[in-house]
């Protein structure tokens, strides 16, 4: 069964996601006393031989992290065009850096956000910002580390699919985009109830 939520249904994934091959000689960082998993605000996402590494198929529909898209940007320019081509923000990346590299974030079919291991609320900032700020009309997917409780959430955020992790119930996750009837805070999907409730 699909693991992807579009709206509120399970759909089959049109587009593969691009990873770039992982070498072990990463520096592992700790804090307090922690190995910390997630990367910081800013730092590199991949290094270099990485990102020469990394496989592209060449042809169907792709995710590309966002630094393998600008080291290819030149070479994928056909694919971009026929809209072949969806962007991969990792959390920790500047959302700047996303909207620096598009003249219209509107050109490209999908953006997904990938949160490596759920430690904040990121994705869903990124998420807010995306179809506010820099007004992004097309499916925002989130990736990564998924939680069903975070669905309802994401979607407030602007989110309107959903790949959810192997081994969780795509079927279970639908239902919690339905946790709550009448939020009560502003959101990207609606306004509050309290600005819709006269009295």
């Known amino acids: 069964m699909s693991q992807l939520i579009i709206g509120?249904?399970?759909?089959?994934?049109?587009?593969?996601?691009?990873?770039?091959?992982?070498y072990g000689d990463e520096p592992i960082r700790?804090?307090?006393g922690k190995v910390v998993m997630?990367?910081?605000?800013?730092?590199?996402?991949?290094?270099?031989?990485?990102?020469?590494?990394?496989e592209i198929p060449a042809s169907d529909k792709i995710l590309l992290p966002l630094p393998i898209w600008l080291a290819n940007k030149e070479a994928l320019a056909s694919r971009m065009a026929?809209?072949?081509?969806?962007?991969?923000?990792?959390?920790?990346?500047?959302?700047?850096?996303?909207?620096?590299?598009?003249?219209?974030?509107?050109?490209?079919?999908?953006?997904?956000?990938?949160?490596?291991?759920?430690?904040?609320?990121?994705?869903?900032?990124?998420?807010?910002?995306?179809?506010t700020r820099y007004g992004f009309k097309n499916e925002l997917r989130a990736v990564g580390d998924i939680m069903c409780d975070q669905l309802f959430f994401l979607k407030r955020s602007g989110f309107n699919s959903y790949q959810i992790k192997e081994g969780r119930n795509a079927e279970e996750a639908i239902a919690s985009l339905n946790d709550f009837?009448?939020?009560?805070?502003?959101?990207?999907?609606?306004?509050?109830?309290?600005?819709?409730?006269?009295r």
């Not at 598009?102 to 759920?118: E, K, R």
């Open 181 to 198: 009837t009448e939020p009560y805070q502003s959101a990207t999907d609606d306004v509050p109830v309290w600005r819709r409730v006269s």
């Open 82 to 131: 026929a809209g072949e081509i969806g962007i991969v923000l990792q959390t920790h990346e500047p959302i700047e850096t996303l909207a620096e590299a598009f003249d219209d974030l509107n050109s490209l079919p999908v953006i997904a956000v990938y949160v490596q291991i759920f430690a904040d609320g990121r994705n869903f900032t990124l998420g807010n910002l995306l179809r």
């Open 8 to 22: 509120h249904k399970i759909a089959q994934d049109e587009w593969t996601r691009v990873i770039p091959p992982l």
């Open 30 to 32: 700790k804090q307090a």
């Open 38 to 54: 997630f990367k910081l605000h800013g730092e590199d996402t991949f290094t270099q031989k990485q990102i020469d590494g990394t």
